[in-house]
């Protein structure tokens, strides 16, 4: 089974799109989630560092500037969803990456204080 870091810079990003007001409440993420040609196409137009921001979980070991290198992703490249965290938090639990699991939940109730749900 892989192993993650957390990506420090994917959570920063994230709380500057939450404080923004940049993000869905509402998704199907398994609708909305980035397939391959999305992430491509981002690719095309951004540079690594830019793509790794909506990505969590750093993989350990991964090449650098590889998709492989980067996951748990929450957002569809423009905003994060809600949908993402939770299933972030829920995929990280399950599979006991606890740091990235503490990392979603964190950045879910931060966006869920600054959308009013409490």
């Not at 089974?1 to 007001?21: C, K």
């Not at 423009?78 to 939940?105: D, S």
Request: proline residues 2%.
């Amino acid at each position: 089974m892989a192993s993650y870091t957390v990506n420090e810079d994917a959570v920063r990003f994230v709380e500057g799109l939450i404080a923004t007001h940049r993000y869905v409440l509402d998704s199907e993420w398994g609708e909305v989630q980035p397939d391959a040609a999305a992430e491509n196409g981002y690719l095309d137009r951004h540079p690594w560092e830019e793509y790794g921001r909506w990505y969590l979980g750093l993989t350990d070991g991964a090449s650098e500037e590889t998709k492989s290198r980067y996951a748990f992703c929450v957002g569809d490249f423009a905003r994060v969803h809600r949908a993402a965290l939770i299933a972030c938090v829920f995929r990280a639990a399950q599979w006991r990456h606890k740091r990235i699991e503490l990392a979603a939940h964190d950045l879910l109730q931060q966006l869920d204080e600054a959308a009013g749900i409490g």
